[in-house]
Nanobody, 123 residues
Framework: QVQVTESGGGVVQPGESLKLSCTVS????????IAWFRQDPGQVREFVAG????????YYADSVKGRFTISRVDAKKTVYLQMDDLKPEDTATYYC????????????????WGQGTQVTVSS
């Protein structure tokens, strides 16, 4: 059974940082692209950041480029999202996604979703 588990969400003030973790089991982790998406209630789920199998390629939404960094440690079957200089508009539930193709930037690419972790940025 495939499981995708996120952790690391919380409540922070604008300008602060958080690091999200995503651990995947039940599939060949090294063969999968992994991505983070986010969603506010009533809004469309949007792509945030993705990383290719092996980690050679990373890609970001324009709204987070330069502030967020995605990385992976295949030995731990874990992907991280370092989020710096957080803004109130980053408030959302963040979802980790696993994709069997080489890219993971649109919802149709996704094979498995996690349950999500809440990030709230507020003063």
């Amino acid at each position: 059974q495939v499981q995708v588990t996120e952790s690391g969400g919380g409540v922070v003030q604008p300008g602060e940082s958080l690091k999200l973790s995503c651990t995947v089991s039940g599939l060949t982790f090294g063969d999968h692209a992994i991505a983070w998406f986010r969603q506010d209630p009533g809004q469309v789920r949007e792509f945030v950041a993705g990383i290719s199998p092996g980690g050679k390629r990373t890609y970001y939404a324009d709204s987070v480029k330069g502030r967020f960094t995605i990385s992976r440690v295949d030995a731990k079957k874990t992907v991280y999202l370092q989020m710096d200089d957080l803004k109130p508009e980053d408030t959302a539930t963040y979802y980790c996604a696993a994709c069997s193709g080489g890219s993971c930037s649109v919802i149709p690419d996704v094979n498995v979703w996690g349950q999500g972790t809440q990030v709230t940025v507020s003063s």
